[in-house]
């Protein structure tokens, strides 16, 4: 139920998790050009955003998911089990996603250290809470998701208490809590540009798993439930090399912001040579405790022996999903989302699903066609991805963030450490001689209005008052 329930809901997080995405590649581009006001913005439109349309999937979930175990042949204990549980999951993505988006954040302006750390931590604490109410007390389903929550929150709140007392936030503090942000419009198409396309991609991709979900019920309870159960090894795959390419799409994106196409072209081929080295580690690690890691999954002797039969198919994926992967992210940071789906998602809905229903439906082979059907579609994605990323035009990506992005002359971003510390006193500098200069130069500008003196004011932001 666990399972089931994790996938079926993961559609509207996976939609709208959309929105959190593009914070790794938004703000990195505006603190590639300076604009901390404008960082701040982009952050408070996404987790609105992200927040608000999480709302009618609360009532929608509610209401159906008994219907839908139902539906796909479960019995009735099993069906309400995951009603209740569907009640609680919800909200845990919710708080979740807006969780990963500070975090994401957080990794943007160069706290990543601390913030991966605390994530470890987090994540750690939930695994001691479930696994003592689960072992010690035979806690349910709604009571470990309650835990869930209340950890997730308890995190997020330290994580800002934590940030705010250490002064990480100053410098876009205005952005991120000084007015609304709705009311800069540039600011949100730029945002509804960007998250739209990964929201439409991350459904249909999640749709895709969804289809092979069915799929593998044609074949059986057990093979629904199995499926299921391998998303959470899939996800493990995705999580080894995940952390090359969000730092990849962060990097690049900040250096076209800074218009440094040659810095980008290079943290891209050197992040995409990593995760081929790390995926193949993890793969071979993978497939030398094949044999013990489906006794971990579940205690059924039956699902075990048809999660063994995947091992193999899944590791070789592994390498090619990754790779792809981080092309992806790194095409994305080209502000380049647009392309990167169309062709994730030509390769899932005309090569993967039409050769899974081959597999299933006509020549009615066992989960090992779907998952054969998968591994052909990453590999094909990866090359194609790769493809692109490798044809790429670097120095007219790096102009048109740059002209998007228009610098504001608040550099608080940098490439040492040492430069993240002083950040604000310099950009608190610059914008004082830059107000001096101003107001020497003619008696026209002392008469100006605050919004043409002060460098918050201007660049993006900028284009509602013009």
Not at 79 to 100: H, M, N, T
Not at 212 to 235: C, I, R, Y
Not at 266 to 289: C, D, E, P, Q, V
Request: charged share 15%; proline share 2%.
């Amino acid at each position: 139920a666990w399972a089931l329930v994790d996938i079926i809901v993961g559609i509207s997080s996976e939609f709208l998790g959309g929105f959190i995405e593009s914070v790794s590649s938004l703000t990195p581009m505006a603190s590639g050009a300076g604009n901390n006001r404008l960082c701040g913005e982009y952050f408070q439109i996404i987790t609105w955003f992200y927040v608000l349309c999480q709302i009618p999937f609360v009532l929608i979930w509610t209401f159906s998911m008994e219907s839908i175990m139902l539906l796909m042949g479960f019995d009735e204990y099993t069906s309400l089990l995951a009603k209740d549980f569907a009640r609680v999951a919800i909200f845990v993505d919710i708080v979740e996603g807006v969780s990963e988006g500070f975090y994401d954040f957080l990794e943007v302006i160069g706290r990543e250290t601390y913030s991966n750390v605390l994530g470890c931590i987090e994540a750690l604490v939930e695994l001691g809470l479930i696994a003592l109410f689960a072992i010690k007390t035979d806690a349910d389903l709604v009571i470990l998701g309650l835990i869930m929550i209340v950890n997730i929150s308890f995190f997020l709140f330290l994580n800002i208490a934590i940030t705010v007392y250490k002064g990480w936030l100053k410098a876009f503090e205005y952005g991120l809590i000084g007015g609304c942000a709705f009311r800069n419009r540039t600011a949100v198409r730029q945002v509804i540009k960007t998250s739209v396309p990964l929201a439409f991609g991350s459904l249909m991709a999640y749709a895709e798993w969804e289809i092979l979900t069915v799929f593998a019920a044609f074949l059986g309870p057990a093979e629904a439930a199995s499926w299921a159960t391998l998303s959470f090894v899939w996800d493990t795959f995705e999580a080894t090399t995940e952390g090359i390419g969000d730092a990849a799409e962060v990097r690049c994106a900040y250096h076209l912001g800074k218009n440094r196409p040659d810095m980008a072209k290079r943290t891209s081929y050197k992040s995409i040579h990593l995760a081929a080295i790390l995926a193949l580690i993890a793969t071979s690690i993978f497939l030398i405790m094949g044999e013990d890691l489906p006794t971990w999954l579940t205690s059924d002797p039956t699902l075990q022996h048809m999660l063994a039969q995947q091992i193999p198919l899944v590791g070789i994926g592994n390498i090619t999903m990754n790779m792809g992967m981080v092309a992806w992210a790194l095409i994305g940071a080209q502000a380049r989302y647009r392309l990167a789906t169309s062709i994730a998602l030509a390769c899932s809905w005309f090569i993967t699903i039409p050769l899974a229903a081959v597999m299933t439906y006509g020549l009615n082979i066992d989960l090992r066609g779907l998952t054969f059907s998968v591994v052909i579609g990453y590999a094909v994605a990866a090359n194609l991805l790769s493809s692109v990323l490798l044809l790429s035009d670097w120095e007219t990506m790096a102009r048109k963030i740059r002209d998007i992005h228009a610098i504001t002359g608040e550099v608080d971003s940098s490439d040492s450490d040492s430069d993240d510390d002083s950040s604000v006193s310099s950009s608190s500098s610059t914008s004082s001689s830059s107000s001096s200069s101003s107001s020497s130069s003619s008696s026209s500008s002392s008469s100006s209005s605050p919004s043409d003196s002060n460098p918050d004011q201007v660049g993006l932001h900028c284009t509602n008052c013009t």
